[in-house]
């Protein structure tokens, strides 16, 4: 009965290749997130997406591309992969209703670290 | 640099001390909330507090809040080996929520 659930947990892979993570929550949540954390735990926001409309795309390279089918299912596909790719991405979600509601509390899933060699 | 900058970056401290450690941020802000990071997991939510709020407190964790110094702290007392973590701060502003660098503690038993 996880909340946010993300898969997989760890994604080995060869630069150049392209890979998905996928992320569903069962909190019945409007609004969900991808945030990448680097080795120095620095996290930063990637995009958001409010009943499966992209609200917030910050400067990310456009080899990343976020997928909502439904307002439970945010996922990411990554096209090329580079080393500098390597990190941990979160998935995350929150009970905000609308783009321009303020955001109280997030609920991130475990992770996935993503090893690029 | 980060909305939200953490001080002290590491902090090691004994059993049944407390533990301070301060988030500053740059913009106006709706709230500000603290997230704990075990390690290997993902941000689980603490505590927020408001921007017309000064302190708050929730079992062992106090948080006060300075809108015109733009600077929070979170106290922890008595604190466990359990406590062992990472903690962020993070301020929301216009519906965005961005995290501080985070503040590394080791509680020792």
């Known amino acids: 009965d996880t909340a946010v659930s993300q898969t997989p947990k760890y994604l080995v892979t060869q630069m150049g290749n392209d890979k998905s993570i996928k992320c569903e929550q069962n909190?019945?949540?409007?609004?969900m997130y991808w945030y990448k954390q680097d080795s120095k735990k620095f996290l930063k926001i990637m995009f958001s997406?409010?009943?499966?409309?992209?609200?917030i795309n910050e400067t990310v390279p456009n080899r990343f591309s976020p997928k909502s089918p439904d307002k439970a299912h945010l996922n990411l596909h990554i096209n090329s992969l580079e080393l500098g790719d390597s990190a941990v991405y979160f998935c995350?979600?929150?009970?905000?209703?609308?783009?321009?509601?303020?955001?109280?509390?997030?609920?991130f899933g475990s992770g996935t670290q993503l090893s690029v060699l | 640099s980060q909305q939200g900058e953490e001080d002290p970056q590491a902090l090691s401290i004994q059993e049944g001390e407390n533990a301070t450690m301060n988030c500053s941020y740059k913009t106006s802000i709706n709230n500000l909330q603290w997230y704990r990071q075990n390690s290997g997991r993902g941000l689980v939510h603490l505590i927020l507090?408001?921007?017309?709020?000064r302190e708050k407190h929730s079992g062992r964790l106090r948080v006060t809040l300075d809108t015109s110094k733009k600077s929070s702290s979170l106290l922890i007392t008595a604190s466990r080996a359990a406590d062992t973590a990472s903690y962020f701060c993070?301020?929301?502003?216009?519906?965005?929520?961005?995290f501080g660098d985070g503040t590394t503690l080791t509680v020792k038993p």
């Open positions: 997406y409010n009943n499966k409309e992209l609200i």
């Open positions: 995350a979600s929150s009970p905000r209703q609308s783009r321009y509601a303020t955001n109280e509390k997030l609920f």
């Open positions: 993070a301020t929301d502003n216009a519906g965005k929520s961005t």
């Open positions: 507090i408001r921007s017309n709020e």
């Open positions: 909190l019945g949540h409007d609004t």
